[in-house]
Each structure stands twice: as C-alpha cells, then as structure tokens.
C-alpha cells in the first residue's frame, strides 16, 4: 500500500513541474514578449528620427524636430522658440497619435 503512495505521489511532482513550466510559458507569451517588441521599436524610431519630424515628448510637448545631436535633440515649440530634449524623452506612442490625423488630413 504505501508503495502504491509512494508512486502517485511521485507522479504528482512531475505534473506539478510541468504546470510550473505552462505558468512560465504563458507569462513570457503574455508579458514579457509584448513588452520586449514595443521597447526595440521605441529605441528604432528613437534612433531614426530625423530634423522636421512632428514628434510629442513624453511630458506632452509638441514640436518639430530642429536638429539632432548624438543622444539630444533640438525641439522647435513655436517659431524660434526651441528646447533641447533627450532622446529617450520622445515618445513613440504619442507621437503616432499626433502623426495619424495630421496624415489623415492631407
């Protein structure tokens, strides 16, 4: 009898592993992939902008892209009113949403 214990329960470990293995599987395609594609395409678009581009910060400034420096770029708020911005402060998403209906438009 206890042999027969022994062996279900040992049995259960292995199923217990491969639950654990589904759990971690199902985060990575949930979580983790998602996240990983959406910041490889903010670090392309960051390393593709260019001067003229309409771009939004991530603190809500709209602008135009006056000139590019190696991790800087100058922002043109207003006629001959500009700001130096990071990079890493242009926000892809927001930037699409303020490109769309602009596009749209012509």
């Known amino acids: 009898m206890h042999l ?9 470990g ?8 589904g759990m971690i599987l199902i985060f990575w395609l949930f979580f983790i992939r998602p996240q990983q594609k959406k910041q ?4 392309k678009f960051i390393d593709e902008i ?18 590019v420096e190696d991790d800087t770029v100058v922002l043109e708020v207003d006629k001959g009113l500009k700001i130096k ?6 926000s ?12 749209a438009a012509s």
């Open 4 to 12: 027969i214990l022994a062996q279900a329960s040992s049995g259960g």
């Open 14 to 21: 292995y199923m217990q592993f491969v639950m654990l293995g």
């Open 40 to 43: 490889k395409e903010q670090r």
């Open 50 to 67: 260019k001067k003229g581009d309409t771009v939004v910060t991530t603190g809500g400034i709209h602008g135009k892209i006056a000139a």
């Open 85 to 90: 911005f990071e990079k890493a402060a242009i």
């Open 92 to 103: 892809l998403d927001a930037s699409k949403k303020y490109a769309t209906p602009t596009a």
